[in-house]
Nanobody, 113 residues
Framework: VQLQASGGGLVQPGGSLRLSCAAS????????MGWYRQAPGKQRELVAT???????NYADSVKGRFTISRDNAKNTVLLQMNSLKPEDTAVYYC????????WGQGTLVTVSS
């Protein structure tokens, strides 16, 4: 499975961004897709995941602000990020589980005035 992420950038606090990740390859085996992030000097952490059946899971720090969605027909997962805070600044990584863990390249999100 290959994952191609896009959508990062610079945004002011309170702003919004949308991340997109397209999967290709052995997509029939994908069970879970989602996003993790890693801030400078910190460990990679879960942001949100969504199963092939649509069940979602969010980190407490993003609940109510971020929304993950999945288009199974397009093999794409989206992360809509609203009310962004400086502490959301990180490299965001697309992830999927398809019998193994797969990671996309990171996309940098910077929240700063």
């Amino acid at each position: 499975v290959q994952l191609q992420a896009s959508g990062g950038g610079l945004v002011q606090p309170g702003g919004s961004l949308r991340l997109s990740c397209a999967a290709s390859g052995s997509i029939f085996s994908i069970r879970l897709m989602g996003w993790y992030r890693q801030a400078p000097g910190k460990q990679r952490e879960l942001v949100a995941t969504v199963t092939s059946g649509g069940t979602t899971n969010y980190a407490d720090s993003v609940k109510g602000r971020f929304t993950i969605s999945r288009d199974n027909a397009k093999n794409t997962v989206l992360l809509q990020m609203n009310s962004l805070k400086p502490e959301d600044t990180a490299v965001y990584y697309c992830y999927c589980y398809a019998n193994y863990d797969y990671w996309g390249q990171g996309t940098l999100v910077t929240v700063s005035s």
